[in-house]
Structures are given as structure tokens and as C-alpha cells.
């Protein structure tokens, strides 16, 4: 049995620590809080210890906590970091290294540069055995994960006939549960956005990949428009489509609305958090032009990258083959069965 904590207790690590409690490999040690919130006395309910900073213990009620984060990493096995972006670095700078910790990292965080936490990006679907030996790895973010998943099929199965990716990648402004962040009522540009630069570094330096980067107003979800250009002529849509039938994390949907309208589903079947845990290519969409083909999917941003943690979580504590992995986490996740039910409700009429 491995001993894991989860430092840092929103959007993402909360849905990773209320996962990752059902794996009877792992053991939680708890998780971290750094504000007095009632984010407390949620991750009780839910059955976590609770650690705060040392230097912050006097800001919380005695009673509700467990000790400090700096016995906590002492005590685990993999630190799973979910500390908002860059602040992970700090984490490992200060906590995990000068203590000989493994940990994971979010895609807040860097992989070049003097703040690099590390130099992969995990991505399940092409370097699951590259985590096996690494102390620090991070997990690539809701957009760049969702891309390696649509990207790797078309490389496997194309490979050179494949000119270039064009990709407009419009990104939700902040999350469901997120109450302090005002969304305003703008469309915002990226400069530079880090999602080229992350997304070859797994898929390789040579992807012809380049995208753009827009922040709508929003909760509910990105949305990708992805061109794939082609040297001659464009396979056909139901080519395209039959790729993706049987892809882990994703689901093939007609007649959505919305990305709202999916959140809506997953909600009235009591999906996790509201969570689908994948991407939905929007198969109505697809539109094949000459040596072209249009691609619309959509990212649950906070769903997606949870069981991708649960499987680095794997290959970085117990080295197991990939297809364990992935049985292990769909015991966890039922993604199968959640993409059986979108599919099914939002079928082809
Ligand atoms: N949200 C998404 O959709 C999404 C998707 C993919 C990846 N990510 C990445 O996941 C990471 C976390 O994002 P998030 O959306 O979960 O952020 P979030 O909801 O703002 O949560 C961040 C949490 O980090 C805690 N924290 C504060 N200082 C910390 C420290 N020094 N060390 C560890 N934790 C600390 C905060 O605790 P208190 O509340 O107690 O102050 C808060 O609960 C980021 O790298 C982000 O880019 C996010």
C-alpha cells in the first residue's frame, strides 16, 4: 500500500482526492488547506485529514486539522500537487526536494525554463511508460491533454500525409464551483499561449501544430476547432470518425446544443462533479473540404485530467503495465460507461 497526499484542495485536487479514496492500493494521507475556508469542513465530510502550513496553524480551528504539510509530505510515498499554477514550483523547491519527495504536478506549471518543474508531460495515451522512472512529473493541462488525444490516432494512422494542425482553441473563463472569480463580458487573446509548446513536447518536436488561444465567458467547458490539412485529397468524415470509436476518453456525439447542454446531462445522471472525464467530438460538425478536414470537440476542463492523474499516479508508484492501468482506473472512473451514456443520449437522429 502506497501513501499518497494531495497538496491543495480545489477544483482539480478535491476531484482527485475524492477519486484516488476508492483505490485500495493507495492510502490518503489527507490533504492540504491553506485558507481557513469552507473547504475544511467539506474535505472532512468526505472522510480527509486535513494539514495546514506550519506557519498557518494558528489561523485554523485546532480541531479540524491533522498536522502541517511539512510532516505530511515527510510521511507519503508521490505528493499529488494541485497548488494553483507556478505555485507548484515553489512547493518543490521548498518542500519536496530538500525532503527527497516524488511528486506530481498540474499544467499551471512549467517544463522549460529556470521554473521548470519538470521535463515531461504526461499524456496517457503516448508516454503512459516514460513516468516509471521520473520523480517529477507533470501532468499536462485540460487542453493539452485533450489534444494529445485527438492528435496521436491521426499521427498513428496518417503520419506524414498529415501537413499541418491548425487549432483555435476558445477556453472556458473559470470553473462551475469557482465563486470569487468575475467573469467579464469579453472575448481575451492568449499571447504566446503555452499549449504549443506543451503539446509537442510530447508529441513531438516535429508536429506541425500551431494555435491560438481565446478566453470566452464561460464556465461550461473549451471548445477546439481543430483543421487537420492533409497533402491531397482529405480522408472521409466517417473515417475520421471511426478513428475515435474506441479511444479511452472519448465520446462521439451529435446534436448537442452546447458544451452547457452536456454539463447538463452529466449533471442529471449523477456523473461526478458534473464531470464527463473526457472530450466529445461534435460529429455534426465535422466538415471535409478538399485536402481539409474541420474538427469541433470539446474539453471537460476540470474532469479530464483527473484520471490521467490516477494513471501517472500508477505509473510512477507501482510501474504498471498500461493495460493494468487503465483497467485499474476505469474500475475507478466507469468512463466506459459514461461514454456508452452520452453517446447514447446524444445520438444521431
Ligand atoms: N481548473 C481546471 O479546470 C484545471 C484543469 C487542468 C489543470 N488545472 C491546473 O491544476 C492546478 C490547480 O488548479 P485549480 O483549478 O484546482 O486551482 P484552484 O481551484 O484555485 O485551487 C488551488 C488550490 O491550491 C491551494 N493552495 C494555495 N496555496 C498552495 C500551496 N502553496 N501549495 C499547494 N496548494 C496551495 C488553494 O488552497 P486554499 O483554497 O486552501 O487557499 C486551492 O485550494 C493548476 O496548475 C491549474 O492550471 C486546472
Aim: glycine share 6%; hydrophobic share 35%.
Amino acid at each position: 500500500m502506497k501513501r499518497v497526499f494531495v497538496n491543495g484542495y480545489g477544483s482539480i485536487g478535491s476531484r482527485i482526492a475524492q477519486f484516488i479514496t476508492d483505490d485500495s492500493d493507495i492510502e490518503i494521507i489527507g490533504v492540504g488547506k491553506y485558507s481557513p475556508d469552507e473547504k475544511v469542513g467539506d474535505a472532512i465530510s468526505r472522510g480527509f485529514k486535513v494539514y495546514v502550513p506550519k506557519n498557518k496553524v494558528d489561523t485554523f480551528q485546532k480541531s479540524h486539522i491533522s498536522g502541517t504539510i511539512e510532516k505530511a509530505v515527510e510521511e507519503c510515498d508521490l505528493v499529488i500537487d494541485a497548488a494553483p499554477g507556478g505555485v507548484g514550483y515553489v512547493n518543490k523547491k521548498t518542500l519536496y526536494e530538500p525532503k527527497h519527495i516524488r511528486a506530481i504536478f498540474q499544467g499551471g506549471e512549467k517544463i522549460t525554463g529556470d521554473k521548470a518543474v519538470s521535463e515531461l508531460i504526461f499524456n496517457s495515451r503516448v508516454n503512459y511508460e516514460k513516468a516509471f522512472d521520473k520523480s517529477y512529473v507533470m501532468q499536462g493541462s485540460c487542453n493539452v491533454t485533450g489534444m494529445g488525444r485527438i492528435l496521436q490516432p491521426l499521427k498513428e494512422k496518417y503520419g506524414k500525409k498529415i501537413k499541418r494542425f491548425d487549432a483555435t482553441l476558445l477556453r472556458r473563463w473559470a470553473d462551475l464551483e469557482d465563486s470569487k472569480t468575475e467573469i467579464k463580458d469579453s472575448i481575451e487573446w492568449t499571447r504566446k499561449p503555452h499549449h504549443n509548446e506543451d503539446v509537442k513536447s510530447y508529441m513531438g518536436q516535429d508536429t506541425p501544430l500551431f494555435i491560438r488561444v481565446f478566453k470566452m465567458p464561460t464556465r461550461q467547458m473549451h471548445v477546439h476547432l481543430m483543421d487537420i490539412r492533409f497533402n491531397g485529397s482529405a480522408p472521409s468524415s466517417s473515417e475520421i470518425l471511426d478513428l475515435y470509436k474506441n479511444e479511452y476518453g472519448v465520446a462521439t456525439l451529435y446534436n448537442a446544443k452546447g458544451t452547457k447542454d452536456i454539463r447538463d446531462f452529466a449533471e442529471s445522471i449523477k456523473f461526478s462533479f458534473k464531470d464527463t472525464n473526457m472530450i466529445h467530438i461534435h460529429a455534426d460538425l465535422i466538415e471535409i473540404q478538399d485536402d481539409l478536414v474541420k474538427l469541433t470537440y470539446s474539453d471537460d476542463q476540470t474532469g479530464i485530467v483527473v484520471p490521467e492523474n490516477h494513471l501517472l499516479m500508477q505509473a510512477m508508484l507501482f510501474k504498471r503495465k498500461r493495460e493494468d492501468a487503465f483497467k485499474h482506473t476505469e474500475e475507478l472512473f466507469h468512463m466506459e460507461e459514461k461514454k456508452r451514456l452520452l453517446e447514447d443520449h446524444f445520438r444521431q437522429k
